[in-house]
């Protein structure tokens, strides 16, 4: 069993950006990478959370992840935002992408930010969620490294490649939908892992192609696709709008976001606000009502805001194997 230590936000928040500060990550960026993965931890995604932070440090340290870099942003069309993430950091490239959308949605009706040269975007549905907390309704897709082969492979092509989605409510937190293409993100194989703990079977196969419920071989298989063939081919959908337009890294082409060594994975983000109408709101809370009118329903996240009040008030149980990692990093 896992035991844990409850630390304070703010506690936490400063022993995660001391151990970005340790590994050659600017004072900026340490805060918004530490910002990420806590808020990921808090709902509940341990997977873009705390365990990531080890490996995001040595990364830093070795150079594969450019700590100090300020990403480039250029405006080519009037709609349009591209960022080069200068092979640092996701979590700068998309803060700036999401300050900028909403004005220009506003503007246009609708509006993207392809970003390159990128990194592991954490719980991407925290990102649109900010956007719709903005007042657009927001879609990102993003890939990552090789880890799910196309239906009727057995070799890693696909990364898992999430999709979220967000839209604002007129007295509620944004409708907030996050999905893995595969069964589940990898991040919880790598999380189990680092535990020591067994995932259940129909997660993954491993490297001969057989199931397996050992985290660590999944880790060196292949994830399963969510819907079998039809999640590969949505998981081939995400390659192209975040990768293949981009520029970006196709996801066979990407490295490791786990290991220090190697070549940056310069992956791709796709973002695209859509401005509502006036009347939208409304015919949003007609649906989702009809939607909580059938016994048994919740909408997707629901249980997000109450951890995050939980958090607020009584702090974080942090898992204490990733608190001794983090605060051997930050000496």
């Known amino acids: 069993m896992t035991t844990t230590t409850n630390m304070t936000i703010e506690a936490l928040t400063d022993l995660v950006v001391r151990a970005f500060l340790a590994s050659n990550v600017s004072d900026e960026n340490a805060r918004i ?36 870099v300020t990403p480039k942003l250029s405006h080519p069309k009037p709609a349009l935002l591209k960022i080069d993430a200068l092979n640092g950091f996701a979590f700068p490239a998309l803060s700036m992408a999401i300050n900028e959308l909403p004005a220009i949605a506003q503007t246009n009706g609708v509006a993207a930010a392809y970003i390159h040269n990128s990194h592991h975007c954490g719980q991407v549905g925290g990102h649109v969620e900010r956007l719709a907390e903005a007042g657009v309704i927001a879609l990102m897709v993003a890939n990552s490294p090789p880890a799910m082969a196309p239906w009727g492979g057995s070799t890693p092509l696909f990364g898992t490649n999430p999709i979220a989605f967000a839209a604002p409510r007129a007295d509620a937190p944004p409708l907030v939908i996050d999905l893995s293409l595969s069964k589940v993100a990898r991040g919880k194989v790598m999380a189990a892992a680092k535990a020591g703990e067994a995932i259940p079977e129909g997660w993954a196969l491993d490297a001969d192609g057989a199931p397996t419920t050992d985290a ?13 063939a039809k999640g590969a081919a949505l998981a081939l959908i995400v ?36 401005a509502p109408d006036a009347g939208f709101t409304a015919r949003l809370e007609g649906l989702l ?10 909408l997707p996240g629901a249980g997000r805001q109450s951890k995050r009040m939980a958090a607020k008030t009584n702090g974080l149980n942090v898992p204490d194997h990733l608190l001794t990692e983090i605060r051997a990093i930050a000496g």
């Open 33 to 68: 990478v530490a910002q990420a993965l806590i808020a990921a931890q808090i709902d509940g995604q341990g997977g873009h959370g705390l365990s990531r932070v080890a490996s995001y440090a040595a990364q830093a340290a070795s150079g594969k992840v450019q700590g100090r």
């Open 216 to 228: 660590e071989a999944a880790l060196q298989g292949t994830m399963l696709p969510m819907g079998d």
């Open 239 to 274: 390659e192209i709008l975040c990768a293949t337009l981009t520029g970006a890294n196709q996801s066979f082409e990407a490295t490791s976001f786990f290991e220090a060594d190697g070549a940056p994975p310069g992956v791709g983000q796709t973002l695209i606000a859509f």
């Open 289 to 298: 009502s009809t939607l909580l009118a059938q016994d048994g329903t919740r």
